[in-house]
């Protein structure tokens, strides 16, 4: 995120919230996501911006990893 904003990410599996992630700072870090079961067949992962202005934070390096 930009340095002074303050940037929310959620993180979506079918619509349905499953972390919500508050960057620190403006440096690029990882962040993690509790282990989350969807079920078989497909399914839609998002990632949507929590602020209500213009306010920017980017995602690098998306690793969706199998939690076995």
Do not use: C, E, M, W
């Not at 989350?36 to 998306?62: C, E, K, M, R, W």
């Amino acid at each position: 995120q930009r340095p002074g904003q303050n940037q929310s990410i959620k993180v979506l599996v079918d619509g349905a919230v499953i972390s919500t992630v508050t960057p620190s700072g403006s440096q690029f870090a990882t962040y993690t996501t509790a282990p989350f079961t969807p079920g078989a067949g497909a399914h839609t992962i998002t990632f949507q911006g929590g602020a209500t202005v213009d306010q920017t934070a980017f995602l690098d390096s998306v690793i969706i990893a199998d939690a076995n």
